[in-house]
C-alpha cells in the first residue's frame, strides 16, 4: 500500500489516509469508526501534509489520545507509532523514514529555569498521566492544590507563568499540551509500582498454632 494508513490492533482492519484530513470517533460520520464507549463520537483527526503525518486530539473525550502511550494533543507521527484513542489501540504504517544528513544538527528546544515550586507542580500535574490507569488526564488545579497542600489561586499562578515559559498558548486543553510538552522533554518520569506487601494470617487464637495443612494443632 503506497498511502499511510492506521491499522486497528483488535480487529485488525485497515484504514488508509487517503484524505488531507481523516476524522477518527464512534460517531457514524467518522471516517475512522470505533464502536468503543470509551471514544468519543468525534475523538481526534489524522492531518496529512506532504509525506508526514500528524495527530490532533480534539478535546472532545475525557479519555484523551496517546502516543505510544503519553497524552497529546497534536504530534507529527513516526513509523509504527501507537495510537491510543481513549482504550481502542491503532498503529500507523506507511509512513516514509525521513533520511537527515549528517551535517545537519537537531536542536531541542531549550529548556527554561524552573523554581522547586514549579518543579513540584509540573510533577504533580503529570502524575495521573503517568500511571498506570486507564484513561488518566492531567490533574486539574484544585487536584494540585490539594496534592502540594497550598491553594488552588496559587496554583493557578504557577500554571500561568508555566504556560509561559514553555510558550503554550490559549485555548483548549492548555494542561494536557503543558503536561506533554514537559513529559516529551524528559522533566517527569513515570511513577514506579509500589510492591504489595501481603501480611501474614494469624491464628484467631494467639494459643493456637497453624500446621502445613491450615489446621489448628
Known amino acids: 500500500m503506497d498511502t499511510p494508513f492506521l491499522r486497528i490492533e483488535e480487529s ?10 481523516t476524522t477518527v470517533g464512534r460517531g457514524k460520520g467518522a471516517d ?4 468503543d464507549p470509551s471514544v468519543s463520537r468525534l475523538h481526534a483527526e489524522l492531518i496529512r501534509r506532504g509525506p508526514y503525518v500528524y495527530v490532533v ?3 472532545l473525550s ?12 497534536r504530534r507529527v507521527l513516526d513509523e509504527g507509532d501507537v495510537l491510543i484513542f ?3 489501540r491503532g498503529r500507523i504504517v506507511g509512513i516514509p523514514v525521513e533520511e537527515i ?7 531541542r528546544a531549550p529548556v527554561p529555569e524552573l523554581t522547586r515550586r514549579e518543579l513540584d507542580v509540573l510533577n504533580s500535574l503529570c502524575r495521573p498521566a503517568l500511571s498506570d490507569e486507564a484513561f488518566a488526564t492531567p490533574a486539574t488545579a484544585h487536584e494540585i492544590a490539594t496534592d502540594l497542600v497550598v491553594t488552588e489561586a496559587a496554583v493557578k499562578q504557577h500554571l500561568l507563568r508555566l504556560y509561559q515559559k514553555f510558550r503554550v498558548p490559549e ?15 524528559g522533566l517527569v518520569k513515570p511513577i514506579p509500582l509500589k510492591p504489595i506487601t501481603l501480611k501474614p494470617t494469624l491464628p484467631a487464637d494467639p494459643g ?6 491450615g489446621e489448628c494443632a
Open 32 to 35: 475512522i469508526r470505533l464502536d
Open 86 to 88: 481513549g482504550a481502542a
Open 171 to 185: 485555548g483548549p486543553n492548555r494542561r494536557t499540551r503543558l503536561a506533554n510538552e514537559v513529559v516529551t522533554l
Open 62 to 73: 475525557r479519555n484523551g489520545t496517546r502516543v505510544n502511550g503519553r497524552p497529546v494533543a
Open 12 to 21: 485488525g482492519e485497515v484504514f488508509p489516509l487517503h484524505d488531507e484530513v
Open 101 to 107: 544528513a549528517a551535517d545537519v544538527e537537531l536542536r
Open 208 to 213: 493456637e498454632v497453624l500446621d502445613v495443612t
Open 57 to 59: 486530539d480534539l478535546g
